[in-house]
């Protein structure tokens, strides 16, 4: 019986747990079709990403809303596809706080 109380208890800890990104996280999540970390692809590269929007408060949720709804001319003609239904709000909102620490 405890053995079931520790393993409910452990899944409602890490249900409510923020989302954590990182680049295995990005792969896992399609991401990696059209971005990579140091080059364009088709869509830019992390670090551009992270180079453009350096000191930009606005970034994140700017960001985030790209990543759920898509998006295109920023960065060319080439559109972003919507993401939602891949990835949850709070997956968006960690990737795009991931992709902005790039240096």
Do not use: Q, R
């Not at 991401?31 to 869509?43: P, Q, R």
């Amino acid at each position: 019986m405890k053995a079931i109380i520790a393993v409910a208890v452990a899944a409602g800890l890490l249900s409510s747990a923020p989302a954590f990104a990182d680049e295995a996280m990005a792969k896992a999540k399609g991401c990696t079709a059209c971005h990579k970390v140091d080059g364009k692809l088709i869509g830019p590269a992390y670090k551009e990403v992270a180079k453009k929007y350096a000191g930009d408060a606005g970034a994140v949720d700017t960001l985030t809303k790209k990543v759920l709804d898509g998006g295109t001319g920023v960065w060319g003609k080439v559109p972003m596809t919507p993401n939602k239904g891949k990835v949850s709000p709070d997956e968006a909102k960690a990737l795009v706080k991931w992709v902005l620490s790039l240096k």
